[in-house]
């Protein structure tokens, strides 16, 4: 397996234009996650799905953003309207929740938004 | 709710120098702890984890103590490399419910030859 995929890599695209992200977790595992890293700072939790429900999300997550996981693979997360404040990068995470223990979260390289 | 501290970069060191990045949390319950690592250009890695109090991580030379006293997860290098230049976070999570990542600020590691 080649781990977690995110495409695309690199995203420019103009103030209140929708922009699509994808991430393909590793096959087997059941929780996949989406955070967001702004410059010089840790990533920040944004939503996180079990298999294609999603469980949780964060206040950070406004509703111009939606995320989903059809089938419990890949996932999207889409932004709205987009502002020069979404500029950032998007990473997601996958792990494998079984028999009560939680294993690693593996990340994707990301995707850097820049909103223009 | 849960937080992370940690120590302000960037820290600038010679190859071989001995390393300590502190880093203290603020949590409910008993979080685990992690240490990830980012190089240039290339995504998160977990370098190494603690699930419990007294608990020793450790890989490629570094380690780390799950200090439930000092609410600290000090992370420590005996004699630094230049390819252990990065970027380096430490976070953790709660045992239950999401078990999202709650991650600290980074803190840029360079290390001159």
């Known amino acids: 397996d080649t781990g977690v995929s995110q495409d695309p890599r690199h995203k420019i695209t103009k103030r209140g234009q929708n922009v699509t992200f994808r991430c393909d977790p590793i096959s087997e595992h059941n929780r996949l996650y989406w955070y967001r890293q702004t410059l010089g700072q840790g990533p920040e939790f944004l939503t996180y799905?079990?298999?294609?429900?999603?469980?949780?999300k964060s206040r950070l997550l406004s509703d111009r953003f939606s995320a989903e996981r059809p089938k419990g693979s890949f996932s999207t997360l889409e932004i709205q309207r987009t502002e020069q404040g979404d500029s950032a990068m998007y990473l997601c995470?996958?792990?494998?929740?079984?028999?009560?223990?939680?294993?690693?979260?593996?990340f994707g390289p990301g995707t850097r938004l820049t909103v223009t | 709710g849960n937080s992370v501290t940690q120590m302000e970069g960037p820290v600038t060191l010679s190859e071989e120098a001995f390393l300590t990045i502190n880093c203290t949390y603020t949590?409910?319950?008993?979080?685990?702890l992690f240490w990830y690592v980012q190089y240039p250009g290339e995504g998160l890695q977990l370098l190494l984890k603690a699930t419990k109090a007294d608990d020793k991580g450790s890989n490629k030379g570094f380690e780390a103590t799950y200090r439930k006293e000092t609410t600290s997860f000090h992370l420590e290098k005996g004699s630094v490399q230049v390819s252990d230049s990065a970027v380096y976070f430490c976070a953790l999570s709660s045992w239950q419910g999401a078990q999202k990542l709650v991650f600290g600020q980074g803190t840029r590691l360079t290390i001159n030859p």
């Open positions: 949590a409910t319950g008993y979080p685990s």
């Open positions: 799905f079990q298999n294609e429900a999603q469980l949780e």
């Open positions: 995470a996958s792990s494998l929740r079984t028999g009560g223990s939680t294993y690693e979260q593996y």
